[in-house]
C-alpha cells in the first residue's frame, strides 16, 4: 500500500526529522495545518554540531517548504543572516586547524563511518528526500546510495592525498606538498539534494578542508541531516556546517573573506554572479552549471537500448538533471522506427504518488517550474514544432495531490535547431527530437550550443564511436548508456557548463593547493 506524503506519512515512520526544531504539539498536525493561524515547525540550521534557528533578520527573506506533490507546508523558515553566517565560519575555520592536521588515513576513519550510517537509515533519509523534492521514492533511494559511494571512494583516496619527490643536481632535492585550502563554501541545487551535499563534501573533507554549506531554499531538509550525520560519525564539530537562506545568504558566504572556495551547482546566471562577487577575493571555484546535451543515434544502434537511453536522458528525476540528453539526434533513416518504439514506452510511465513504488514520473519542485516548462513546449508548438504526446499539467485523482504539480513527460518532432526550446535549457521533462543525415553534420549540430556538460552516441560502430567522442565538446560522453554517474570518474562541463570537476580522483586536485620545498644540500652559491 502506498505511503502519502501527507499527514499520514511521519506517523507512519514513527519518526520525526531531526532538521526540525522540535515543537510541543504533534508532527502530523503540523505537517497538515497550513491555513493563516496554523502553526508549523522552524527549518534548523546546524552549526557546530547541534542545530539552531536562523536569526530573523529580514522577514521578506522568510519562506516556507512546501511538499511539491501535495502543495502542503512542510515547514516554516528564516534566511539566515550576516551572524548566522559568521558564526557557521567561524566554526569551520576553527574545526580546520583540527581537521587539517589529521592524516589521511584518520579522516577516512570518519567518512567510512559516515557512509555506513547513511546506509542504515537509507530509508529515512530517501523518505525525506521524497517529501522535500517530489522524485520518485526508488530514485531518492538511489539518490542516497551514491551518496554512500562517494563517501567510500573519497575515503579511499584520503591517504593518497601526498606530493612527490624531486632529485635536484648536486643532491639537493625538492618535493611538494598537496595542502588543504580552508573552509569551503558550498552551494547545492535543488534537483539531488542529499546527493549533491555528499558530492561536495566528500572530497572537501577528505582532502581536509571544512565546509559551510547551504542548500536551495526550495530543498533545504537533508542537508542538516547529512551534518548531524558527520557529527555521528565522529568528525570535529564545525567540520560541515548548514546554514538555510535564499540567495543572500549564498552571497555572504561567496564574499566572505574567510572563505577560500566555493562550489556551486545550479544556473548558469547564478555561477556568474558567483564568480563576479568571489572576484575581489581570488577564491578558488568549482561550477556545475546548466547544460544542453545532445544525444546521437545512429543507424546501427541498438534500438531498444537507444530508447531506454533517451528516456534515462529526458525523464529521469522529471527532466529536472542538468546533463539530459534533450536534444535527441536520431538518422533520418530510422526515426520513424525509433518514435515507433519511443512513444508507447513515454505514455506507459506511471505518473502518480511519488511515495508509490510503482511511479516513475513524480512531481516537478514547484508550480512556477512547472509553468516554465510548460511555456516552453507551448513556444515550441508555436515555432512549428509537433507535440508527439504528453507536454499537459496533469491532476491526479486522488484528492491528496490535489495541489500537486505534476507534467506528462513530452516528446516534440519535427524540431530545428533554431527553435527557442532547442536552444534554451528547459530543465523539465521535454525531449526534442531531431533527425540527421551524416556524422558530420549531427557533430557540427551538437557541438553548436553554448553549453557543454554532456553528450551521449549510440553507434556499434567502435571507431565511429571513439571518432565522435573525440569530436564532441562536453565534460563527459557517455557511448550505448547515457546518465550513468560513477564516483570514479570526473563530472564537470565544457564552456558555459562549469569550471572544475566532481567526482573522480582529479576532484583532488581542485580541493587542495600545491606547495613546493626546495632542500639545499651545499653551501650557498652567491652571485652578489
Known amino acids: 500500500m502506498a505511503i502519502f506524503v501527507g499527514k499520514t506519512l511521519w506517523s507512519t515512520l514513527g519518526v520525526i526529522p531531526r532538521c526540525i526544531a522540535p515543537q510541543p504539539y504533534v508532527w502530523s498536525r503540523a505537517l497538515s495545518t497550513t491555513g493563516p493561524t496554523g502553526i508549523n515547525p522552524v527549518l534548523q540550521n546546524y552549526i557546530h554540531g547541534k542545530h539552531s534557528t536562523p536569526e530573523c533578520v ?3 527573506q522568510d519562506f516556507q517548504v512546501t511538499n511539491p506533490a501535495t502543495g502542503e507546508v512542510l515547514c516554516n523558515a528564516h534566511s539566515s543572516g550576516v551572524a548566522d553566517v559568521n558564526h557557521a565560519i567561524k566554526s569551520a575555520t576553527d574545526a580546520f586547524q583540527h581537521w587539517s592536521q589529521l592524516s ?33 521514492i526508488y530514485e531518492a533511494r538511489l539518490d542516497v546510495q551514491t551518496a554512500v559511494d562517494c563517501l567510500n571512494y573519497y575515503a579511499g583516496l ?7 619527490h624531486v632529485q635536484l643536481p648536486g643532491g ?21 539534494p542529499f546527493q549533491i551535499a555528499a558530492w561536495k563534501a566528500a572530497p572537501a573533507l577528505a582532502c581536509g578542508n571544512t565546509m559551510v554549506y547551504k542548500p536551495s531554499h526550495f530543498t533545504p531538509m537533508t542537508s ?9 560519525a565522529g568528525l570535529p564539530d564545525g567540520c560541515f556546517n548548514v546554514v538555510q537562506g535564499h540567495g543572500e545568504t549564498g552571497a555572504l558566504l561567496t564574499t566572505h573573506d574567510d572563505i577560500a572556495k566555493v562550489t556551486f551547482t545550479g544556473s548558469v546566471p547564478t555561477g556568474v554572479k558567483i564568480m563576479r562577487s568571489s572576484a575581489d577575493t581570488v577564491k578558488h571555484m568549482t561550477l556545475e552549471l546548466g547544460g544542453k546535451s545532445p544525444l546521437i543515434i545512429f543507424d546501427d544502434c541498438h534500438m531498444t537500448n537507444a530508447v531506454s537511453a533517451a528516456m534515462m536522458a529526458n525523464f529521469l528525476s522529471q527532466g529536472q538533471v542538468c546533463s539530459n540528453g534533450t536534444r535527441v539526434f536520431v538518422h533520418e ?25 510503482a511511479t516513475r514520473v513524480g512531481s516537478m519542485v514547484n508550480e512556477d517550474h512547472l509553468q516554465s516548462v510548460l511555456q516552453y513546449v507551448n513556444s515550441a508548438v508555436n515555432e512549428g ?9 496533469v491532476t491526479l485523482a486522488d484528492p491528496v495531490f490535489g495541489r500537486g504539480s505534476f507534467m506528462s513527460p513530452c516528446v516534440l518532432g519535427r524540431c530545428h535547431d533554431d527553435m527557442t526550446a532547442v536552444r534554451e535549457e528547459i530543465f523539465g521533462p521535454v525531449m526534442c527530437v531531431l533527425p540527421f543525415k551524416t556524422e558530420d553534420e549531427v557533430i557540427s549540430r551538437a557541438n553548436d550550443s553554448p553549453f557543454g556538460l554532456a553528450a551521449g552516441v549510440f553507434t556499434n560502430d567502435l571507431t565511429r564511436a571513439h571518432r565522435a567522442a ?51 644540500m651545499n653551501n650557498v652559491q652567491s652571485t652578489l
Open 58 to 60: 529580514n522577514s521578506a
Open 104 to 136: 589521511g588515513m584518520e579522516r577516512a576513519v570518519h567518512l567510512r563511518k559516515a557512509a555506513s550510517i547513511i546506509e542504515k537509515r537509507q530509508e529515512e533519509i530517501a523518505i525525506l528526500e521524497v517529501a522535500d523534492n517530489g522524485k520518485p
Open 158 to 164: 584520503a591517504p593518497t592525498v601526498t606530493g612527490e
Open 172 to 192: 639537493s632535492f625538492g618535493f611538494t606538498r598537496r595542502e588543504p585550502l580552508g573552509v569551503v563554501a558550498g552551494i547545492g541545487a535543488w534537483n539531488f
Open 224 to 232: 542538516p541531516l547529512l551534518a548531524e550525520i558527520f557529527t555521528e
Open 333 to 357: 533513416s530510422i526515426l520513424e522506427a525509433f518514435l515507433a518504439e519511443l512513444l508507447p514506452r513515454v505514455e506507459g510511465l506511471v505518473i502518480g504518488d511519488p511515495m508509490c513504488e
Open 385 to 393: 514544432a509537433s507535440l508527439l504526446c504528453g507536454g499537459e499539467k
Open 470 to 520: 573525440s569530436r564532441l565538446q562536453a565534460g563527459t560522453v557517455w557511448i550505448n548508456n547515457y546518465n550513468i554517474y560513477a564516483s570514479e570518474l570526473p563530472f564537470g562541463g565544457y564552456k558555459l557548463s562549469g569550471l572544475g570537476r566532481e567526482n573522480g580522483r582529479a576532484t583532488l586536485d581542485y580541493y587542495t593547493q600545491l606547495k613546493s620545498v626546495y632542500v639545499e
